[in-house]
Every structure is written in C-alpha cells, then in structure tokens.
C-alpha cells in the first residue's frame, strides 16, 4: 500500500485539543492518516513519496459546503444585481448547456475548488431534467475525473418556477433512486448524493413532505436554502397563503433535522434559530455572496451561541466570482463582527473550524476535517513564507485574515495527491481553459447573452 510522508511543515490538526505541531510529520497509508507527530528520520522512512513542507502550513482540506458549477459559466454575468434578477438572468445560460458543456463546466469548478484548497464541495445543482438521461452524471463524471470529494445535491422544482426546470413528484422519485444507485457511496465514499428544493416556493407542502421521504428511502441528506433575504419570507407567504416563515414552515413539514443543511439564514427569527438548535439542523454561510446580493449579514453570533454546528461555503462563481474558502473565512468573521458590532463575535480559531472539522460534520462527513490518526487523508500545504502573511505570529489568524486560495501548494484528497505545486495532477487545466472559453461562449450565444469578446491571447506569437 502506498505510503506519503509530508514533513517538516507545521501542522494545524484541527483535533480537538487544536493541536500546532512544529517541524511536523504526517504519513498516510493509502486512504488513511497513520501518523501525526514531530518529525524524526525513522518514522518518516519506508514512503514512497515525499512531500517537504519547510516553510508551509499543514492543514486539513478545507470544506466548500455550498457552491452552483452548474452555474460557473455565468461568472461575471449579473453579480451587480439582486437575487432573483440574477437568477433569471442566468437561468437561460444553464437551460442552453447539454451534457458535454456541463461537464465542462462542473470540472472547472472542481478544478478551481482544488486550486483553493477545497477538499470537499457541496454541489446544489439544478438544471433542466431530460427524458433520456439524467443530467447529473455530468456533474458526478467531473468529481471522479477531478478527484474531489463532492456531494451532489439535487435541486428540486414542481412549481412557481421556469417550467423547463420543473418535475413532477414521481419523476423525482425515479430519479433520485436512479441517481443514488448509480453514485451515492461511488469512488470508495468520496461521492454522495443530497436533495432538496432550489427555492422554498417551488414546492407545496405536501411536495417538501414527498421530498423528504424521498430521501430517507434513499438514505440522503437534505440541503436547502433558508431564508436568504427578507423577500423570501414575503414569498412564502404570498405563495402559501398564510403568515409563516420558512423555518417554521421546515419544522412544520418535517425537513428539519441532523441530515438537513440550511444555507444562508440571513433572514430568521430567533424563534427560528431556536427550532434549529433544537432539531440540530446543520447552518451554512456564504457571506461574500450575502455581501454582493446586500441581502443582510446573517445572526452568526447568535446560531453559535445557540449550539448549532455550521459551516462555510463560497457559493458559485457566477453568485461571488470565486470559490475562496479563506475569502468566506474573513468575511464571515467581519459580517458577524459588523451585526453583533462586537469584535469577538466570530473568532478566526472557531471560522477556521467551521471551514475544516465543523464544516465537514456540517455535511456529513465527520471522517474529514481534521489532521488524526484514523481519519481520511484529505489535506493541504500553504506557503507561509510570504509578505502578506508575515510576520506569523499567530497562523490560525494569519490563516483566516490574510491567506489566500492561491496560496495553496499541495492537495491530497482521500489519500491521493491531486496538486503538487500548484499543478492538478488530475485535469490538463490549460486544455480545460481553452475549451471552457468556446463552450461557454456557444451556452451564451444560444441563450441570447451577448458577451465582449476575449481580451486574452492564448497562444505566444513570438518567435
């Protein structure tokens, strides 16, 4: 079995005792961490392959916990405009794209989330449902290819919604079952599957309570956007006839729950937070993409004075331009400091937590997230010796408030080493780029979006 020394670096285990090794080793065997400890030659001999991490941080992957690749293309396009405008602006783009260009599409997210440092993403996707295929497999192809560890969780509609998106209850059924025996646990467990509705208007009561027996006879996890901006509330109530909010509504359908994951929240009651402390419904955040839409700073202080486990997420790059956990780790810590207008209201030691080990209890995946013995070997190098990031006084805070995605070196997922160097090991990403700008560019042509064209010279003209 394949043995990986990564030595001399210092190791942030995220275990619960936090603890910070300097001049650190960590040795995986195949899939697993088989040692964690201060580097000597004798424990660090007899590996096959050798990472030196003098001068870089050690940390466990970092948790993307809520993103659209479905939606990369539309980068750029509308990020200055509120929610639902956005979402109708882009919607023609991804009702334009077959399979192939989805797969395009989900690979350079995966790509991207790689290059970050993200070890593990949750993929909310929605798109039209075709008769012939399931789309979805576009999205599932990319994870394995990429080498990610990615969950796929697919977006429901049946009314109140772009008609070409929606599906009727017995059709979601049939093909979530297909999904599920088809990936969920594929790739030795690095691929899942979760459901849920895109929106909570696109479903009457009776459809939210179908989708989640539709999920525990599969065995999956719901994930949902909750309460996003005030106007979602205003729609409920427009849509189901009565004065009631969309947490209150969850808790009175039953789509609360240890495997439900809420995201965004930025518009709740604190009877609301109290029905989700109670029903230990995981809480996600995306603040750079509350910041662009200005659809408020969700209560953080008040979900983590309540108990809730919570995670991270960037969002899809059409939503915040990017897929940098470190950027949803600073602002996190700045939004929840601005609404409780306390600087203690998020530390960066609890945001790096909810980024790694809490996120990834978040969605289910409490066998990652932290730098142990035993545990599933995803992690990432960073290099430390840089200005932005010196002096290092404190990396937690130095990790949080002035690193960066691009400051990742080295990936290793489920024990594999995805990118050394800064190269994936597992895409040709020049070959992707140049293909990403012409199926792009032929999704927008066909859905009527008029781009500029390419500033960019992709091949050297010199001599």
């Known amino acids: 079995m394949t043995r990986t020394a990564i030595q001399h670096g210092l190791v942030l285990t995220m275990d619960g005792a936090d603890r910070i090794i300097e001049d650190g080793l960590v040795v ?94 949750v993929e909310n996707i929605f798109m039209p449902p075709q008769a012939s295929s399931d789309v979805e ?128 929240c930025s518009d709740v009651s604190p009877h609301e937070i109290e029905l989700l402390a109670a ?9 750079p993409t509350r910041l662009f839409w200005g659809t408020g700073f969700p209560p953080i202080r008040e979900f983590l004075t309540a108990g809730i486990t919570c995670g991270l997420a960037t969002n899809g790059a059409a939503a915040n331009c990017g897929q940098d956990i470190f950027e949803s780790m600073k602002y996190a810590c700045a939004t929840a400091k601005t609404a409780a207008n306390d600087p203690e209201a998020l530390t960066a030691a609890r945001a790096l937590r909810m980024a790694t080990v809490e996120g990834a209890r978040a969605i289910g995946q409490p066998d ?37 995605g691009a400051d990742v070196r080295d990936v290793v997922i489920d024990g594999t080493l995805v990118m050394r160097d800064r190269k994936v090991q597992t895409v040709d990403e020049d070959e992707l780029l140049a293909e990403v700008d012409q199926v792009a560019r032929r999704c927008a042509a066909r859905s009527g979006i008029t781009l500029p064209d390419a500033r960019i010279i992709r091949e050297s003209h010199h001599a």
């Open 279 to 287: 029903s230990n419904t995981a809480v996600l955040f995306d603040p």
């Open 368 to 404: 990652t997230g932290s730098i142990e013995i035993g545990k599933r070997a995803d992690l990432i190098t960073l290099e430390a010796r840089q200005p932005h990031l010196s002096p290092l006084f404190d990396p937690q805070k130095a990790l949080v408030y002035s690193a960066r």
């Open 137 to 264: 497999d576009a999205a599932f192809r990319a994870m394995r290819d990429s080498g990610i560890r990615g969950t796929v969780a697919r977006a429901t509609e049946a009314r109140a919604f772009d008609p070409r998106f929606c599906e009727t209850a017995a059709e979601q059924a049939s093909r979530v079952a297909r999904l599920a025996g088809r990936w969920h646990g594929a790739e030795r467990g690095r691929l899942r599957l979760s459901i849920g509705p895109l929106l909570p208007w696109v479903l009457d009561e009776a459809g939210f309570r179908i989708t989640r027996r539709i999920a525990r006879d599969n065995g999956l996890a719901l994930h949902m956007h909750v309460a996003e901006s005030p106007e979602f509330n205003r729609i409920i109530a427009q849509h189901f006839g009565r004065d009631i909010r969309q947490v209150e509504l969850l808790e009175e359908v039953g789509c609360l729950g240890p495997d439900v994951q809420a995201i965004a």
């Open 28 to 121: 995986i065997e195949g899939r697993d961490i088989v040692a964690v400890e201060t580097y000597t030659a004798a424990a660090a001999a007899s590996c096959d392959t050798v990472i030196d991490a003098t001068g870089r941080i050690v940390l466990p992957g970092l948790v993307n916990s809520h993103t659209h690749l479905c939606m990369t293309f539309g980068r750029t396009i509308g990020p200055e405009r509120r929610l639902l405008e956005w979402l109708d602006l882009i919607m023609p783009m991804m009702a334009a794209m077959d399979e192939d260009a989805l797969y395009v599409a989900e690979l350079l997210g995966c790509v991207e989330n790689i290059k970050n440092g993200n070890t593990s993403l």
